[in-house]
């Protein structure tokens, strides 16, 4: 396999605070990886370290096999789009796309081929002679792409490249980016805390906490199987319910139990009364159901306290599920409970049922 | 432009709060005018009222070789003053952010603000001993050059820093990753954008530097003075309408010259502000 | 683009700040200034220590400058002049800054002109303009007279009462341009909450206002205080022999009493007292991080 980026066990100690701890992640060529997690979880970090701005205390980072970590950033041959874009605001757009070819002294006919291209790549060719300032965010977000990608760098770095955007613009950047990301087939390491921009841009996601990685694995690998509770909830809503072996223990019943299976919001429905009465079940009262456009959200009190979220299709009868009437939610799809091992769970001690 | 949510918060106490600060800028017109009055006199005395109108002692006084030559001298301290506080502070200012501890950071800001708590006499007197010690040093400009500009540094240092404090932090990182070394961003990067703080600070310190009076009683070569140094003994001498006929002059030249300055900068400040607006 | 194997592994603990990162930077930047400062200020301070150990009639300068009579009265008038000096400025450019930010357009030009007039002349022009209107037959007694206000010729020229108005002036800048900047940057939602929610003006000067800009008004206060001591000019021209400071008495040991080790002594516990000043309260209060 051949591997483009290669993190072993990485290290970073800042003052009294262990950000890294042991970090280790590969990429295949033209692979767009996302490192996701909360503020704190040290995913900024990581790409700092694979910039080459942030050093490090032990570990290797390798680019196209070759260990990089005491390259500077400046002979690393990355590209980065920082959050505040960092586009500098003295040069035009073209000057600043151009830069990277100066600084590498090329001549000036050829800075401005590359930078007339890369800014078609990136749908802005009539900007170039404007300054950072008269573009809009989106636009800027573009300029720094296209000012990343210009010296034909090896690996491409997106530090929470959507931050800045209102939501609307945000969806459609993600589509562009992984558009020019595919079209330039760019090896492509970005950072956030959204899990849908993590979701719709990756080929895989690598979920962080606490300097570590939790799980590695595809959008939906991610989504239909998280490894622990914690990935369970980061990444979209989860109902937890004790497990054990493959089986989901009755409500309220905690004995023998060897793991925690997860039920997303829409592999819940109401009961009616007519299922077999061995199928599994949950019952308690409805606290709200909100309307939210192509669904329902229906969050329910169970009877033994824990909160249940569950999302029907629009179809259902509204009527029927009114603030603090019971209800009896059971499995859509049994076939998509995932159970997470009680030995695999980082916090398994902290909760027991949803 | 008036500031809706302050005036609320003042309520009716914004009359009298107004009213103070006019009377207040009397404080800052009123000597400025009585000078600028009494130099017009045709009299020969500093008088005020001034008795009729005559250009003449400003004739007396740009005739008058004693009253170039110190002019000359206070441009040509205070332009090498400028020129090496510019340097020093800028740099300093730059250094900063380079120092990584944060303590140590703290004790180079409070070296580079502590020449403005510096009493000037004693400063002065230090210069003056170093002087004694170095004869060579006797009849240079050597130690007043020196002198003010470590006053001056403190305004360039303070007025770049505070414009690096509005620049995004992540130019320089940015800059580095494609590829620039740190002389390379230092000068394409980094300084651009801070021209105008550093033009300011040079005006500053100008200023500083061409007012600057306590040094040079003490540390001028023997039969040369600067302008406030020739105004000062004259003022303790024969106080006469050449006095207020220099004053108003030079005042009125800063007052051009920085004047022009400022408003250059509210030019352009309101055009970048009107292009961003276009733009959006 | 460079394809080089990484340099040989040190034996020295791991960089943990960015590989590479060149220490020539650093060191081109702040060694310049601080070799200048040596210089500048660290010579011309020990020449001060020398000059004053150096006494001709053997005896210990800086007890005989504690001892002066003059010295000492002239130190007990500076301490008190700063104080009152920075207590009137902070005051009054505390309202003169809030009148600049609450004034209607012409009257905030007028107000900031008044501020850059101040600022971009010479203090030595500004000076003779004190003098000319309060000398005894000056500006004011012609104003005064016209006004049927005043006969007798004023007697304040050469007194302390005519240095306070001219050393304020010569100061307001440096305590209103901190507090115009603390102003600007009060959190406008925070008025509006205030007033919302029925606070009035002194209620909100209480609780808003003035906690924002009490920082301000610390630091352009310590800064017009530690300049306040070391005021020369303006002293003696406006306030005469009778009021001396301790940098009139400096430079009268220099220029015509010819004692330039007490002078030098004297220098160094000026210099020292400010300094001390300065760094606690820069310690205490930030005061140098709002200027820089």
Same mark, same amino acid.
């Given at each position: 396999?051949?591997?483009?980026?290669?993190?072993?066990?990485?290290?970073?100690?800042?003052?009294?605070?262990?950000?890294?701890?042991?970090?280790?992640?590969?990429?295949?060529?033209?692979?767009?990886?996302?490192?996701?997690?909360?503020?704190?979880?040290?995913?900024?970090?990581?790409?700092?370290?694979?910039?080459?701005?942030?050093?490090?205390?032990?570990?290797?980072?390798?680019?196209?096999?070759?260990?990089?970590?005491?390259?500077?950033?400046?002979?690393?041959?990355?590209?980065?789009?920082?959050?505040?874009?960092?586009?500098?605001?003295?040069?035009?757009?073209?000057?600043?796309?151009?830069?990277?070819?100066?600084?590498?002294?090329?001549?000036?006919?050829?800075?401005?081929?590359?930078?007339?291209?890369?800014?078609?790549?990136?749908?802005?060719?009539?900007?170039?002679?404007?300054?950072?300032?008269?573009?809009?965010?989106?636009?800027?977000?573009?300029?720094?792409?296209?000012?990343?990608?210009?010296?034909?760098?090896?690996?491409?770095?997106?530090?929470?490249?959507?931050?800045?955007?209102?939501?609307?613009?945000?969806?459609?950047?993600?589509?562009?980016?992984?558009?020019?990301?595919?079209?330039?087939?760019?090896?492509?390491?970005?950072?956030?805390?959204?899990?849908?921009?993590?979701?719709?841009?990756?080929?895989?996601?690598?979920?962080?906490?606490?300097?570590?990685?939790?799980?590695?694995?595809?959008?939906?690998?991610?989504?239909?199987?998280?490894?622990?509770?914690?990935?369970?909830?980061?990444?979209?809503?989860?109902?937890?319910?004790?497990?054990?072996?493959?089986?989901?223990?009755?409500?309220?019943?905690?004995?023998?139990?060897?793991?925690?299976?997860?039920?997303?919001?829409?592999?819940?429905?109401?009961?009616?009364?007519?299922?077999?009465?061995?199928?599994?079940?949950?019952?308690?009262?409805?606290?709200?159901?909100?309307?939210?456009?192509?669904?329902?959200?229906?969050?329910?009190?169970?009877?033994?306290?824990?909160?249940?979220?569950?999302?029907?299709?629009?179809?259902?009868?509204?009527?029927?599920?009114?603030?603090?009437?019971?209800?009896?939610?059971?499995?859509?799809?049994?076939?998509?409970?995932?159970?997470?091992?009680?030995?695999?769970?980082?916090?398994?001690?902290?909760?027991?049922?949803? | 432009?008036?500031?809706?949510?302050?005036?609320?918060?003042?309520?009716?106490?914004?009359?009298?709060?107004?009213?103070?600060?006019?009377?207040?800028?009397?404080?800052?017109?009123?000597?400025?005018?009585?000078?600028?009055?009494?130099?017009?006199?045709?009299?020969?005395?500093?008088?005020?009222?001034?008795?009729?109108?005559?250009?003449?002692?400003?004739?007396?006084?740009?005739?008058?070789?004693?009253?170039?030559?110190?002019?000359? =001298?206070?441009? *040509?301290?205070? +332009?090498?003053?400028? %020129?090496?506080?510019? &340097?020093? !502070? #800028?740099?300093?200012? $730059?250094?900063?952010?380079?120092?990584?501890?944060?303590?140590?950071?703290?004790?180079?800001?409070?070296?580079?603000?502590?020449?403005?708590?510096?009493?000037?006499?004693?400063?002065?007197?230090?210069?003056?001993?170093?002087?004694?010690?170095?004869?060579?040093?006797?009849?240079?400009?050597?130690?007043?050059?020196?002198?003010?500009? =470590?006053?001056? *540094?403190?305004? +360039?240092?303070?007025? %770049?820093?505070?414009? &690096?404090? !509005? #620049?995004?932090?992540? $130019?320089?990182?940015?800059?580095?990753?494609?590829?620039?070394?740190?002389?390379?961003?230092?000068?394409?990067?980094?300084?651009?954008?801070?021209?105008?703080?550093?033009?300011?600070?040079?005006?500053?310190?100008?200023?500083?530097?061409?007012?600057?009076?306590?040094?040079?009683?003490?540390?001028?070569?023997?039969?040369?003075?600067? =302008?406030?140094?020739?105004?000062?003994?004259?003022?303790?001498?024969?106080?006469?309408?050449?006095? #207020?006929?220099?004053?108003?002059?030079?005042?009125?030249?800063?007052?051009?010259?920085?004047?022009?300055?400022?408003?250059?900068?509210?030019?352009?400040?309101?055009?970048?502000?009107?292009?961003?607006?276009?733009?959006? | 683009?460079?394809?080089?194997?990484?340099?040989?592994?040190?034996?020295?603990?791991?960089?943990?700040?960015?590989?590479?990162?060149?220490?020539?930077?650093?060191?081109?930047?702040?060694?310049?200034?601080?070799?200048?400062?040596?210089?500048?200020?660290?010579?011309?301070?020990?020449?001060?220590?020398?000059?004053?150990?150096?006494?001709?009639?053997?005896?210990?300068?800086?007890?005989?400058?504690?001892?002066?009579?003059?010295?000492?009265?002239?130190?007990?008038?500076?301490?008190?002049?700063?104080?009152?000096?920075?207590?009137?400025?902070?005051?009054?450019?505390?309202?003169?800054?809030?009148?600049?930010?609450?004034?209607?357009?012409?009257?905030?030009?007028?107000?900031?002109?008044?501020?850059?007039?101040?600022?971009?002349?010479?203090?030595?022009?500004?000076?003779?303009?004190?003098?000319?209107?309060?000398?005894?037959?000056?500006?004011?007694?012609?104003?005064?007279?016209?006004?049927?206000?005043?006969?007798?010729?004023?007697?304040?020229?050469?007194?302390?009462?005519?240095?306070?108005?001219?050393?304020?002036?010569?100061?307001?800048?440096?305590?209103?341009?901190?507090?115009?900047?603390?102003?600007?940057?009060?959190?406008?939602?925070?008025?509006?909450?205030?007033?919302?929610?029925?606070?009035?003006?002194?209620?909100?000067?209480?609780?808003?206002?003035?906690?924002?800009?009490?920082?301000?008004?610390?630091?352009?206060?310590?800064?017009?205080?530690?300049?306040?001591?070391?005021?020369?000019?303006?002293?003696?021209?406006?306030?005469?022999?009778?009021?001396?400071?301790?940098?009139?008495?400096?430079?009268?040991?220099?220029?015509?009493?010819?004692?330039?080790?007490?002078?030098?002594?004297?220098?160094?516990?000026?210099?020292?007292?400010?300094?001390?000043?300065?760094?606690?309260?820069?310690?205490?209060?930030?005061?140098?991080?709002?200027?820089?």
């Amino acid at each position: 396999m051949t591997v483009a980026l290669s993190v072993q066990d990485v290290h970073v100690t800042l003052g009294q605070n262990h950000v890294l701890k042991g970090v280790s992640i590969d990429a295949r060529p033209g692979e767009f990886v996302t490192l996701l997690g909360a503020s704190g979880s040290g995913k900024s970090t990581l790409l700092n370290v694979i910039a080459g701005l942030q050093g490090i205390d032990r570990g290797h980072v390798a680019f196209d096999g070759t260990n990089v970590e005491k390259r500077p950033p400046r002979k690393r041959g990355v590209g980065v789009v920082f959050q505040s874009y960092a586009l500098f605001p003295h040069m035009t757009v073209g000057e600043n796309v151009a830069f990277p070819l100066r600084a590498a002294r090329r001549p000036a006919a050829e800075r401005a081929k590359v930078a007339r291209e890369m800014l078609e790549l990136v749908q802005l060719g009539e900007m170039i002679g404007r300054r950072p300032a008269q573009l809009s965010g989106g636009q800027r977000q573009r300029v720094a792409l296209a000012r990343a990608l210009a010296a034909n760098p090896g690996i491409l770095l997106l530090d929470e490249p959507m931050a800045a955007l209102d939501k609307q613009l945000r969806e459609q950047m993600q589509v562009e980016v992984t558009r020019i990301q595919r079209q330039v087939g760019i090896t492509t390491v970005s950072v956030t805390h959204d899990q849908a921009e993590a979701m719709t841009m990756s080929d895989r996601v690598a979920v962080m906490r606490d300097g570590r990685f939790v799980q590695i694995d595809t959008p939906e690998n991610i989504y239909r199987k998280p490894a622990t509770e914690y990935v369970a909830r980061f990444v979209g809503e989860a109902n937890l319910f004790p497990a054990r072996g493959g089986e989901l223990l009755p409500d309220g019943v905690t004995d023998g139990r060897t793991g925690t299976a997860v039920i997303r919001p829409e592999d819940l429905r109401v009961l009616t009364g007519a299922e077999p009465a061995d199928a599994w079940s949950v019952s308690g009262v409805v606290r709200l159901l909100s309307f939210q456009g192509s669904r329902f959200r229906l969050e329910v009190v169970s009877d033994t306290g824990g909160r249940v979220v569950c999302s029907l299709p629009p179809q259902t009868d509204a009527g029927t599920l009114l603030d603090g009437n019971r209800v009896r939610l059971g499995c859509a799809h049994p076939d998509r409970v995932h159970v997470i091992a009680a030995t695999a769970n980082d916090d398994a001690q902290e909760l027991v049922v949803a | 432009m008036t500031d809706r949510s302050l005036l609320r918060a003042i309520g009716w106490y914004r009359t009298p709060i107004i009213a103070i600060g006019l009377l207040a800028s009397l404080l800052f017109f009123v000597p400025f005018l009585v000078v600028v009055a009494t130099s017009w006199t045709s009299g020969s005395f500093i008088l005020f009222p001034p008795t009729g109108f005559s250009l003449q002692w400003y004739e007396t006084v740009l005739t008058d070789r004693q009253w170039l030559n110190s002019f000359w =001298l206070s441009v *040509v301290v205070a +332009v090498i003053s400028t %020129v090496a506080a510019v &340097l020093l !502070g #800028t740099l300093g200012a $730059l250094g900063l952010t380079r120092i990584r501890s944060r303590a140590l950071q703290r004790w180079v800001r409070t070296l580079f603000i502590a020449p403005i708590a510096l009493p000037p006499i004693a400063y002065a007197v230090g210069l003056w001993s170093v002087d004694r010690r170095l004869p060579f040093l006797d009849d240079t400009l050597v130690s007043l050059v020196v002198g003010e500009t =470590l006053l001056a *540094v403190p305004y +360039v240092f303070a007025l %770049v820093s505070s414009g &690096l404090a !509005g #620049t995004d932090p992540s $130019l320089r990182p940015a800059a580095s990753t494609l590829g620039a070394s740190w002389p390379m961003i230092l000068w394409r990067i980094e300084l651009p954008p801070l021209l105008p703080s550093i033009l300011g600070g040079a005006l500053f310190a100008f200023t500083v530097v061409f007012d600057e009076v306590v040094l040079s009683v003490l540390l001028l070569p023997p039969g040369t003075q600067t =302008l406030p140094l020739k105004m000062f003994t004259a003022s303790q001498e024969a106080f006469s309408p050449e006095l #207020t006929a220099a004053s108003t002059m030079v005042s009125l030249l800063a007052i051009l010259v920085l004047g022009g300055a400022q408003l250059a900068s509210n030019r352009r400040n309101r055009a970048a502000r009107l292009r961003r607006k276009a733009s959006a | 683009m460079s394809t080089t194997t990484a340099p040989p592994e040190h034996a020295a603990p791991a960089d943990r700040h960015e590989p590479g990162r060149n220490r020539a930077e650093a060191r081109w930047l702040l060694w310049p200034p601080l070799a200048f400062f040596v210089v500048a200020l660290g010579v011309p301070l020990a020449a001060l220590v020398l000059r004053a150990l150096d006494n001709e009639t053997g005896g210990n300068s800086f007890t005989a400058a504690l001892t002066m009579p003059v010295f000492l009265d002239a130190l007990g008038r500076t301490v008190l002049m700063a104080a009152v000096v920075t207590a009137l400025t902070v005051l009054l450019g505390t309202a003169y800054a809030t009148a600049v930010a609450v004034s209607p357009g012409w009257l905030k030009m007028l107000l900031i002109a008044a501020l850059l007039l101040s600022l971009w002349t010479s203090i030595m022009v500004r000076t003779f303009g004190w003098m000319l209107l309060e000398l005894p037959r000056g500006a004011i007694f012609w104003l005064g007279g016209n006004l049927g206000l005043m006969d007798e010729p004023l007697g304040i020229y050469q007194t302390a009462v005519a240095m306070y108005p001219a050393m304020v002036a010569v100061m307001l800048p440096f305590a209103v341009l901190p507090i115009t900047s603390a102003l600007a940057a009060i959190d406008r939602e925070q008025l509006n909450a205030a007033a919302v929610f029925g606070a009035g003006p002194l209620l909100t000067f209480r609780t808003i206002i003035r906690p924002a800009i009490t920082p301000a008004m610390i630091s352009g206060g310590v800064l017009v205080f530690v300049m306040a001591l070391g005021f020369y000019v303006t002293p003696l021209l406006l306030g005469g022999p009778a009021n001396m400071t301790v940098s009139g008495v400096i430079s009268g040991q220099l220029r015509t009493a010819g004692r330039p080790d007490l002078g030098a002594a004297m220098s160094i516990l000026l210099v020292g007292g400010t300094i001390a000043i300065y760094l606690v309260a820069d310690r205490l209060f930030k005061v140098s991080e709002k200027w820089g």
